[in-house]
């Protein structure tokens, strides 16, 4: 999807001035609807939309963080006290707790837009490092898996 985004972006607008454009997709955006009228309610959508993309990508990744250490503190790759499972709400609310403390701690102490490309990069990692794990799990054929 995002690959052909990028080809739909470029067929419009030069590939030179999307590279040096902060905001490449409203640029496209007033380049095929305008600015003014109907057109500009075009690029109000788009920017509607990026906001909901961004909103829903980092939701996800937040809310992966404490399932991520659980299972590491299940599998003995840190302390398994982030193992506790609260009694009422059946959450792993030490790991939680852990993850809320430390985005905002970066937040507070960090740039938050450094926070916010170091995040995309470990998530292309993380996501790389799951498509070989599938791959070795699948090709190992132990009974465990």
Do not use: C, Q
Not at 44 to 71: C, D, E, K
Not at 114 to 130: D, E, F, M, N, R
């Amino acid at each position: 999807m995002y690959g052909i985004i990028v080809v739909v972006l470029m067929g419009v607008v030069n590939w030179d001035v999307l590279g040096k454009s902060t905001t490449p997709v409203l640029d496209v955006a007033e380049v095929a609807f305008g600015t003014l009228g109907i057109a500009g309610i075009g690029v109000g959508v788009l920017t509607f939309a990026g906001l909901l993309a961004t909103v829903s990508s980092a939701n996800a990744s937040i809310l992966a963080s404490p399932r991520i250490n659980f299972a590491m503190g299940r599998d003995e790759l840190v302390s398994d006290k982030l193992n506790a499972i609260h009694p009422n709400f059946a959450t792993p609310y030490r790991s939680i707790a852990v993850t809320g403390g430390l985005i905002l701690l970066f937040i507070v102490i960090g740039n938050v837009e450094t926070l916010a490309k170091a995040g995309s990069v470990l998530h292309l990692i993380v996501y790389g490092l799951l498509n070989i794990a599938l791959i070795v799990t699948r090709e190992a054929d132990t009974p465990e898996y």
